[in-house]
Every structure is written in C-alpha cells, then in structure tokens.
Nanobody, 115 residues
Framework: QVQLVESGGGLVQAGGSLRLSCAAS????????MAWYRQAPGKQRELVAS???????NYADSVKGRFTISRGSAKNTVYLQMNSLKPEDTAVYYC?????????WGQGTQVTVSS
C-alpha cells in the first residue's frame, strides 16, 4: 500500500503561482510514475503532468510552458510548480502514483484561480 498526501493548494489571482507537493509513504518501492491529475466541477479527471523514475516528464497541452513537475531527491515526493495560472486551471488536483499494476491517489487539494 502507498499513501499519498498533497499540500499547497489555495486561492490565487490569475497570473499568480502555486506549488503543490505530494509525499508518498508506505511501500514506495517500484513506484515508476508519479503524476498530477485535476478535476474541475462537471468535468472528467484529466492528466496534468507525469514524471517517470528516470526524470522524463510529460505535460498536458493546456499547461505546457506554465507548469513544471519534478521529484524530490528522496524520490518519494513530487512537486507541481504552477505559474501564470488561469481561471480555467481551477480544479481539485490529485497526486497519483503508479506502482506495478496499481494506481494510488491522494485526497486532493483545491486550487482556485480568480479572474
């Protein structure tokens, strides 16, 4: 089992920045991918960014050039630096860890961007 705890959400004005953090604990061996997803009201959950063990990152087109995903030196943490935030980035952001054939999810953290 893997437990994920997110932090760093909040309210920010358009154009501002936020940094989300996610700490993994438990059986964290063999976590090969960590990612951030988001879900806005009335919409499906969507992938925002992912990063594999080797460090290669992948981004949704809507956030390319504005968001950066990274892993901590201990490899059990993942960050999402969000710059130039837009109102359409408003959503609950979820941390995800993929281990072998199982996905684990955090509880989510609210990000609200005001215009």
């Amino acid at each position: 089992q893997v437990q994920l705890v997110e932090s760093g959400g909040g309210l920010v004005q358009a154009g501002g920045s936020l940094r989300l953090s996610c700490a993994a604990s438990g059986s964290i061996f063999s976590i090969n991918t960590m990612a951030w997803y988001r879900q806005a009201p009335g919409k499906q959950r969507e992938l925002v960014a992912s990063i594999i063990t080797g460090g290669r990152a992948n981004y949704a087109d809507s956030v390319k050039g504005r968001f950066t995903i990274s892993r901590g030196s201990a490899k059990n943490t993942v960050y999402l630096q969000m710059n130039s935030l837009k109102p359409e980035d408003t959503a609950v952001y979820y941390c995800n860890a993929h281990q072998l054939s199982t996905d684990y999810w955090g509880q989510g953290t609210q990000v609200t961007v005001s215009s």
